[in-house]
């Protein structure tokens, strides 16, 4: 038909002229937006950016333990090229012995977008996935291990840093020349598959909901904390400022002779312990699924911690344990202002009430809890950590830097999910706070302590996810010690 015909003969143009009319009608909500994350990204640069690192001498901070090498890949490639079919069975696994279980416990955490890390107790078939991942198009090699990604954040923030751990030649040469390692030297290093996805992903049936990582590791050195003597005996000339403890999950599901691991936890209570009451201790959490460890980190580290770091996972895992219930194995990936900050709440005030009754070990002062959203930190008025605010934002800058793979925020790829305004608590008739483009960062006191609260510039153009809490949670210590 004639209509037909014209169609395609104009199409192309009438598109084009719709396309144009539709830029230069840009709606002006989209403006309206843009110009709020300049405005957020302008008045979080300027709250980072109030606390100069210049002029004083570099903080010193000692990191441990261990490290590894991650393998980063597209996890469901990855699964596509092993052949391994989507689940019809998500099911969680404390650790992983088998194909099967691999794909139920990917799926389990898949669909939802919730960080995971798992044991694989089968060396053959690790191998053979880290033997796929080497030929998958577009994978990375990069550092890996809470501690050296912490220590390769604080080296970039302008502190002097001693890292606990034992690795390869090749692994060392890589770190800052601000990082000095004590520990052995290891040939081969311990690998570690991260299984990352972006939002939207879709594996089978299963569609994930937030861009995340699901990680397998097979480690033989890390769960021993091979570094501890080395590094305790460093320790002393180093003089550090902050002791900051992470990596602890290796010993998550390892089948350790009995008592080992008490025996290990307990040599670095003692380690900490020993440390001058002045130098500040931060103990990052982890993925832990097995609830015996978590009493062993209450019992033997925990205590001695002045501050914690912690995802949105690992806060609500940590305070029903303090509750005396089981260990919660997935929690909402993205939780609510309200819903965080009471439990914040609750644990700085079981732990401090522990700290009381047990007259030993250290009050604790901080509690840094990152979440895709917002960052959110507890700090004791009075205590030795200074600038809230300012580390507060940095840390929801540094969200975005990391995940997005650039040290400069481009607004256009990034995203407010916080909410416009949110409630203090969820308890009846408590206040709400706007979020307010030019003053992003609220701040609060409340009964001994401050509560700030930042919204993240979430990245839309995901690089990696993999070390965000690390580096999240380094990027805020710099600026308080």
């Known amino acids: 038909s004639v209509v037909e015909v014209s169609w395609m003969k104009y199409g192309p143009v009438v598109s084009l002229f719709v396309v144009l009319l539709a830029v230069w009608f840009r709606s002006p909500q989209n403006e309206v937006l843009d110009d709020r994350l300049d405005t957020v990204l302008s008045s979080l640069l300027r709250a980072e950016r109030k606390v100069g690192m210049n002029n004083v001498a570099r903080p010193r901070v000692a990191v441990g333990f261990g490290g590894c090498v991650d393998l980063i890949v597209d996890g469901v490639s990855l699964l596509n090229k092993i052949g391994l079919p989507p689940t019809d069975q998500p099911l969680h696994h404390d650790y992983i012995e088998n194909a099967e279980q691999l794909a139920q416990s990917f799926a389990y955490f898949f669909a939802p977008g919730a960080a995971a890390e798992r044991f694989m107790l089968n060396d053959t078939l690790f191998s053979e996935l880290v033997e796929a991942s080497r030929d998958l198009p577009g994978n990375r090699w990069s550092v890996g291990g809470n501690a050296p990604v912490m220590a390769g954040r604080m080296a970039t923030e302008g502190c002097e840093v001693l890292l606990g751990g034992s690795f390869s030649p090749d692994f060392t040469d890589v770190l800052s020349q601000h990082i000095t390692v004590a520990g052995n030297i290891v040939e081969e290093p311990d690998i570690h598959l991260i299984l990352e996805y972006p939002s939207g992903a879709s594996w089978g049936h299963y569609i994930s909901r937030r861009a995340n990582r699901y990680i397998i590791h097979s480690d033989d050195h890390n769960p021993y904390l091979a570094s501890m003597e080395e590094f305790a005996e460093k320790l002393e000339d180093f003089n550090p400022d902050l002791l900051v403890v992470g990596g602890l999950q290796m010993m998550d599901s390892f089948p350790f002779q009995s008592g080992e691991r008490e025996a290990l936890l307990s040599r670095l209570a003692d380690l900490l312990s020993s440390s001058s009451p002045q130098i500040g201790v931060h103990f990052e959490m982890a993925s832990f699924v097995e609830e015996s460890i978590m009493e062993d980190l209450l019992h033997f580290v925990i205590p001695h911690a002045d501050s914690l770091g912690m995802n949105e996972q690992e806060l609500p895992n940590l305070l029903s344990l303090l509750k005396g219930s089981n260990i919660t194995v997935l929690s909402d990936p993205n939780p609510r202002v309200a819903t965080v900050l009471d439990q914040m709440r609750e644990v700085y005030r079981i732990l401090?009430?522990?700290?009381?009754?047990?007259?030993?070990?250290?009050?604790?002062?901080?509690?840094?809890?990152?979440?895709?959203?917002?960052?959110?930190?507890?700090?004791?008025?009075?205590?030795?950590?200074?600038?809230?605010?300012?580390?507060?934002?940095?840390?929801?800058?540094?969200?975005?830097?990391?995940?997005?793979?650039?040290?400069?925020?481009?607004?256009?790829?990034?995203?407010?999910?916080?909410?416009?305004?949110?409630?203090?608590?969820?308890?009846?008739?408590?206040?709400?706070?706007?979020?307010?483009?030019?003053?992003?960062?609220?701040?609060?006191?409340?009964?001994?302590?401050?509560?700030?609260?930042?919204?993240?510039?979430?990245?839309?153009?995901?690089?990696?996810?993999?070390?965000?809490?690390?580096?999240?949670?380094?990027?805020?210590?710099?600026?308080?010690?």
């Open 352 to 481: 401090n009430q522990h700290y009381k009754d047990a007259n030993n070990g250290k009050p604790l002062t901080r509690l840094h809890v990152h979440t895709l959203a917002f960052q959110a930190m507890i700090v004791t008025r009075g205590s030795q950590w200074k600038n809230t605010m300012s580390a507060t934002a940095k840390a929801s800058l540094t969200a975005n830097r990391h995940v997005c793979g650039s040290n400069d925020i481009d607004p256009s790829k990034a995203r407010l999910i916080m909410d416009d305004s949110f409630s203090v608590s969820r308890r009846e008739g408590s206040q709400r706070i706007p979020l307010q483009e030019t003053r992003p960062v609220s701040c609060w006191e409340e009964e001994d302590y401050e509560i700030c609260v930042a919204p993240v510039l979430v990245c839309t153009e995901v690089y990696q996810t993999a070390g965000g809490g690390d580096n999240i949670s380094a990027a805020g210590l710099v600026l308080q010690i």
